[in-house]
């Protein structure tokens, strides 16, 4: 039941809008390709449509990776399973009392409410204080009577989270321990199992997040694994983590918390991938879909993992995930008039279905991708799959109710839908570059989903980003990221110790007892490594302060003295300043233990048979395209048939099956032998 080394791997991945599918088979260096709407109602159709529509044999895969967004959506939907808490006596409104913010900062609106309603939060006599003594021993037949009240009243999974019990889970374990005796199923989870953090709130809100998404993550995962056994896939699957390993689906519903942001993660995965190959370790990554914009930044081609994810207000997920940051700007985002006569674009979607008016499926309101068509950036041919829809279709619709009530023609009026697009994604990458102390002309722009590369041009001259790099496959880089991932196991230990107060060696003790843990879990995983490796790191902050920074480390057995120095250098890099009178305290240390797999070759996803001699031959006509300066005469050419190391002057376009790449005017495209395009964003190299 192991995949065979350079065997077929497919990678899946379940958008807003679209299933994206890649299948590679390294020895042959054949690739296939499928984007299907999905399905919403249940994924695991619109996954075995991708594998229908690639003419996938399921006997001959290796292996199949999937990112998947039930987790997702089910917590920002709201969408859970029932779901019961047991607590400490006196603190059953931990979940709801939280850090005492707003929802808004400003006035007395906004609402809240927790996952687990309260009258589902039942306490019981116990008590560890926080060096981890008994203070009051645990009352079991009060842990049996919560169990049997929680199941009488329909829940279908129950959260155990006790005070103190990263110091000392004793109690915790006898608990859980009890709840297998009664519970008829085994979706328990135990706060210190899931995160052993001191943060009470924070802990509490994690572990309710596992608990009421794991019947849900389990069910969806027996659909998919029992329709891909009838088809003849007889090994395992791999389901993609937020922090951008895959863990099998045997496995992962124990942790289901760590599914959430899946599958942004495996678009970042695959950026620091192409990225590494390409030459360009450096860069921001900008993913426009159909429903959201996902935008992370990458140093070193080091995919950044965060352990302090608020995935939205009081939602507190500490499990490391990528650090992700999401606008609801994406190619179906519904442009409208707002209350005060001004022009609004999303955070509402066209989805998949209805979609955008240019896609032909009965959408009836304007979207940043009507916008596109438009202004002819579009192919209204290619968008219309039932040929019912031509640009003179959206144009009546954005004349009704856009450019009338605002006052502009046609033509304006998607100008300016596309500038309010543009300047929300510019902000979430401002995010995540200049307010964490990064300047983004040190960055290259990474742009793929499905409409990422139409806006990067823009975005990168707005931001002072002097390259843009386009992937192979755009709008499929998401599957991408499945295939090439590798394992990984994230573990956090709380410390809490002042530097100087730290015993020799206590560090390198924890670090290796968090290495040898991740070690037994790939162990048990099912699938081909070619070496194991370790990334540890601490969070820390100094004395007094109550924000933390990520301090990584070279090796596990760093001196105090070491850790200081390190702290005060992350510090002067974030904040430009330096306290050396103050002393820091290590909060907690991590380590990610990763299992790497065998490389792949991404030249083989544009075939390069079909590549032409010339830009001419590659060249398959012209139209008017609409820039800021006014309407050009643009080329388009066909990706696949481009010249592998081509120098493409813009205005242009260049389209193909999963995406259209904008070369606005002054921007110049060149190819590398990986089947990249490297745009130059204001300059001519």
Known sequence: MTDRQNGTIVGIDVGGTFTDLVQLDPASGKVRLAKVPTTVENQAFGVMNALDAAEAELAAIDLIVHGTTTTTNAVLERKLSRTGLITTQGFRDVLELGRRTRPHAYGMTGNFTPIIPRDLRIEVPERVDAAGDVVVPLDEDAVRAAAERLLAEGCEAVVVHFLHAYANPGHELRAGEILAEVWPNDHITLGHAILQESREYERGVTAAVNASVQPILDRYLKRLTDSLSE?????????MNGNGGMVSARLVAREAAKTVMSGPASGVMAAAYTGRQAGLVNLI???????????????GAEPPVSHEIEIEYAMPIHVPMVDVRTVGAGGGSIAKVNAAGLLDVGPESAGADPGPICYGRGGTRPTISDANLILGRLDAARLAKTGAVSAGDVAQAFARDLAEPLGLDVTEAALAVIRMANTKMAGAIRMVSLSLGADPRDFALFAFGGAGPLHACALARELGVPRVLVPARPGITNALGCVVADLRHDFVQTVNR???????????????????????MLDRERVAMTGVRHV???????????????????RPD????????????????????????????????NCSVVGERAPLDLSVLVDPAGRKATLEEAQTGARRVRFEDGWLETPVYWRDHLPLEFRLEGPAIVAQMDTTVLIEPGCVAT???????????????
Not at 566 to 572: A, K, Q, S, T
Not at 580 to 587: N, T
């Open 536 to 554: 540890y790191s601490v969070d820390m902050q100094f004395v007094g302060q109550t924000h933390l920074l990520r301090v990584p480390l070279e």
């Open 498 to 520: 002042p530097v100087h107060a730290l015993e020799k060696g206590a560090l390198a003790g924890v670090f290796a007892e968090q290495a040898a843990a991740g070690k037994a």
């Open 231 to 239: 088809g003849g896939y007889d090994r395992d699957v791999l389901v």
């Open 558 to 589: 760093v001196t105090p003295e070491e850790l200081q120095a390190l702290f005060e250098d992350v510090y002067y890099a974030r904040f430009k300043v330096r306290l050396p009178e103050i002393r820091a305290q290590v909060v907690t240390a």
């Open 671 to 685: 190819g590398d032998a990986h089947g990249n395009i490297l745009i130059a964003v204001g300059e001519v190299p």
């Open 285 to 299: 990554t900008y993913d426009m879909g159909g429903t959201s914009t996902d935008v992370a930044l990458i140093r």
